[in-house]
């Protein structure tokens, strides 16, 4: 008996479609399997097309707020505290595609400090001549030099020969960066990308899991920050758990490397250059190359991955019991992504213009020549005098507070960066009140409208105080929107 088919019998076309009376079974399980496919792809369209119809119906009245700053201010981090605060178990679904994130951000730091170290160790030849019998038999070679003593002085030679064997015992995890990478991307790559980081589309998340990772089952859970394994499954793309795998058996090594006077002795003199997040896994590798790692909300916060375009993200927001939908966009801030923008500036209601203050001491990938506090101060030039915008609410957060503070601490001079900062003092205080000055400038100078900037010191990994803040800026946005609402 033939099993029955989405094919009708009166229609033409599923008669035309139907199948030969010779089939066989092998014919049949493949075009059972067709069929399913396309009633849920169909099933798909039709979910996809009434949402679309919703939204537009919901449409008016919502509130549209665009985030926007240059590469690394944090707008994505932003957002998720945005996600974390109105949806937080879209969150927690889509924890285990940031597992790929965090190891890719691992894979890619230690890649960078070998890199680095390169031109240290070339000097030193022979040290690839090592005897066999050192080797481990996983694929994993062990060294038979000594550890180092953290912080403890060590001979050049010895230390050229304990990086030579840590690289070649990273190899094989250093040689899945490119995998890892076009996983995320989806194999899309895109120019200007100088550090080798991984650009993604909106709704990656959901096609890293779909494409990559296969099946993933989640129960829902109660307690949206309680991460735990029956909460979710392990990853089953074959990459994810042989990256897992390959940290597990590295982590002694990726520990030696990260505490090794050479790489410490770079990092003071500042010839060792690592971003936030290196540092925030490494330090944290214990923890992640564990079997059993499943990324944190913490670890999720500091995952970087690159935007690309613009992303939506909605949720509803509810104030004195009337609810109210806010489309938040998250856009790509790279030089190259920019031009994205504009087609979002039409009817927005307020814009969040996240600038890092902390990177007074960095240059645009984009450009190595432009200070990043210069490029911010241009963009925000840009934007305040934009006539698309000039009745949105703007506030502004001097963001990455908290890498400034860390900055000032370790003795980094302001003036060596930006000389107009002169003999001021270089404390904390006196760093954010003068960012601050300067922002305040550009606003005033180009605020033919005379609306009010709302500034806010923050640090977006710091997710009470971030959310604290997000209630206050929902409730100036608020205030705006009713009087707005009002005048109609
Ligand atoms: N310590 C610290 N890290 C931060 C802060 N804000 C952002 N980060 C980190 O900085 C990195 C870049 O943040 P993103 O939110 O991805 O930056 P973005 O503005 O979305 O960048 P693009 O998408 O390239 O435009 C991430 O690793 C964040 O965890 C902060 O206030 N403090
Ligand atoms: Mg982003």
Redesign the pocket.
């Known amino acids: 008996m033939r099993t029955p088919s989405i094919y009708s019998q009166d229609d033409p076309i599923s008669a035309a479609l139907k199948p030969s009376a010779t089939e066989t079974d092998q014919e049949r399980i493949a075009r059972l399997e067709a069929e399913a496919e396309a009633k849920r792809i169909s099933e798909q369209i039709d979910d996809d097309l009434r949402e679309e119809r919703e939204r537009l119906r919901r449409r008016k009245g919502d509130v549209k707020l665009l985030l926007l ?11 998720k505290q945005f996600q974390l605060m109105y949806k937080p178990n879209s969150l927690d679904q889509e924890r285990a595609s940031w597992t790929t994130v965090v190891y890719f951000n691992v894979v890619h730091s230690l890649k960078h400090i070998l890199s680095i170290l390169e031109s240290w160790d070339d000097s030193l030849e022979g040290v690839n001549d090592e005897p066999s019998s050192s080797r481990r038999g996983n694929g994993f070679d062990q060294s038979a030099t000594p550890s180092p003593m953290e912080g403890s002085p060590i001979d050049e030679a010895t230390g050229t020969l304990q990086i030579a064997n840590l690289r070649r015992r990273l190899s094989p995890l250093i040689a899945t960066d490119e995998q890892l990478a076009n996983r995320l991307s989806g194999g899309i790559t895109v120019s200007g990308s100088g550090k080798g980081s991984v650009f993604v589309r909106s709704g990656w998340q959901a096609r890293t899991i779909e494409n990559a990772l296969g099946r993933i089952k989640k129960k829902p859970s109660a307690d949206p920050e309680q991460v735990s394994r029956a909460s979710v499954e392990e990853p089953h793309d074959p990459l994810v758990k042989e990256v897992g795998r390959m940290l597990q058996l590295c982590e002694a090594d990726i520990h030696e490397l990260w505490n090794h006077p050479i790489v410490k002795s770079l990092m003071t003199k500042r010839k060792l250059k690592l ?3 290196s540092e ?1 896994f490494l330090r944290h590798i214990h923890r992640v190359a564990a079997p059993d790692y499943i990324p944190s909300t913490d670890d999720i ?7 690309m375009g613009v992303a939506e993200h909605t949720f509803d927001v509810n104030l004195h019991g009337k609810n109210v939908t806010w489309h938040l966009f ?5 030089r190259g ?1 920019r031009h994205t923008w504009v087609p979002y500036f039409d009817d927005a209601n307020a814009i969040i213009f ?1 600038a ?1 203050v ?1 990177a007074f001491d960095q240059y645009l990938e984009e450009d190595p020549r432009t200070n990043r506090i210069d490029d911010s101060l241009q963009l925000f030039t840009q934007i305040c005098s934009n006539a698309l915008l000039k009745n949105v609410h703007l506030v502004l957060f001097l ?5 400034l503070r860390a900055k000032l601490e370790r003795g980094l001079r302001v003036k060596k960066y930006i000389t107009s900062f002169g003999d001021r003092s270089n404390d904390y205080e006196t760093v954010v009140q003068y960012f601050r000055a300067h922002f305040l400038q550009v606003h005033r100078k180009n605020n033919e409208n005379r609306r009010v900037l709302y500034t806010h010191f ?5 997710t009470k105080a971030t959310q604290r803040i997000i209630g206050n800026v929902r409730d100036s946005i608020f205030r705006g929107y009713l009087q707005s609402a009002a005048l109609v």
Do not use: Y
């Open positions: 700053g240059q590469a690394e201010s944090g707008k994505s981090t932003l957002q971003d936030e997040w925030f916060l500091h995952a970087r991955i690159q935007t998250d856009v790509g801030g790279a992504q996240v890092p902390s963001n990455k507070t908290d890498i923050t640090s977006v990994v710091d």
